[in-house]
């Protein structure tokens, strides 16, 4: 069964500062995704992660996976207010088929501080 | 919001009292999905769909039921409600011209409290 573990569960920071969201899963997968989701709010789609080795960057935000070691990282750089929400990661427990039945970690809730 | 209407987004019913929530969406996407989101739990999925009349489990679909008659729209039944079915609902679908580009784009929520 798979089962997707995200630490940190809530993180505090200064504007400015870096920080790393890490994302572990227990069974092998082919595709992994980020989200972003606001208070009371839907979710966003920030980055969708296939291949082993791959990076996506979008303005402060940069996503990794290692299929290899079944992690993926988000990676936030010098943090601004606006970035304050939960992030998910989510993986893909089809085997290459069609469709996304997602397995989502439990979120972080991100709060940055000015 | 990719096209994806859910209905209603808000609503607060009495336990045993059996709940329908409706996901439709505009643009044809054969694969639908319903999922729940509680605290310290992410989303978890509920029952999907691959197709009209084609449905199946996912994670968490002790006590709901789907139905799915058209392409459009993606029916939730909570048979008789119960307090730990109190959650927002997200119904998502499936983008992609191939299986390994799909993405799940997903509705706004509803809201279900009962009571």
């Known amino acids: 069964e798979l089962k997707v573990e995200q630490n940190p569960l809530f993180l505090s920071m200064q504007e400015g500062k870096n920080y790393t969201i890490y994302c572990n899963y227990s069974t092998t997968s082919d595709r992994l995704y980020w989200y972003r989701q606001d208070p009371g709010k839907s979710l966003e789609s920030l980055f969708v992660l296939l291949s082993n080795g791959a990076v996506k960057q979008e303005g402060r935000l940069m996503a990794s996976l290692d299929t290899k070691a079944r992690l993926s990282t988000l990676h936030i750089t010098a943090a601004v207010h606006d970035l304050s929400a939960t992030y998910f990661c989510?993986?893909?427990?089809?085997?290459?088929?069609?469709?996304?039945?997602?397995?989502f970690g439990a979120g972080t809730i991100l709060r940055v501080k000015s | 919001d990719a096209g994806i209407t859910q209905s209603p987004r808000h609503k607060v019913t009495e336990t045993g009292t059996p709940v329908t929530l409706r996901c439709h969406q505009t643009?044809?996407?054969?694969?639908m999905y319903w999922y729940r989101q509680d605290p310290g739990h992410g989303l978890r999925l509920i029952h999907y769909s691959y197709g009209v009349k084609d449905t199946d489990k996912g994670e968490v679909s002790d006590g709901y039921s789907v139905s799915r008659s058209k392409t459009e729209d993606f029916l939730l039944t909570l048979e008789s409600a119960t307090s730990s079915q109190t959650s927002v609902y997200f119904c998502a679908i499936s983008v992609g011209s191939t299986a390994m580009n799909t993405e799940a784009f997903f509705g706004q929520g509803t809201r279900l409290t009962v009571v």
């Open positions: 643009e044809n996407h054969r694969y």
């Open positions: 989510a993986v893909d427990s089809g085997r290459g088929e069609y469709g996304n039945k997602l397995v």
